[in-house]
């Protein structure tokens, strides 16, 4: 069974949302590159979408529930590979090159992860 964690991220101020999506994704080629075979098996980014660089498109609910700017959800093939994913992120150097990259786009004040449950997926039938 595999190990899911979903990220809540957000933009620094003054970071715009393309910047922040180029940041995020840069930063995450160097993660890889960092992780090596420890990487997970995915780690997939949704990004809110604001056509005037501010203003979520909200169906339902208000600007305020979306504040956040990415919904990232990270796949793993146990929680012990997850485990040795972080030990990696938390080496010395690599724990100070994360955070001095992520100075520069990331809110690491109001990030959440949370491990997540079950999932289902209903599918269109043809």
Known sequence: MTFKILIIGHRLPGVSPSEFKHHYETH????????GAH???SHTRRYIQRPDG???TV??????DFDYDVLAEMVFESEEAYKAFVEILNREENAKW???DEKKFFDRKRVRLVVLGDIEVTERKM
């Open 54 to 56: 501010q203003n979520a």
């Open 59 to 64: 169906i339902v609910g208000s600007q305020a």
């Open 39 to 41: 990487f997970p098996l």
């Open 98 to 100: 994360i955070e001095e």
């Open 28 to 35: 995450m080629f160097a993660i890889q590159h960092m992780a």
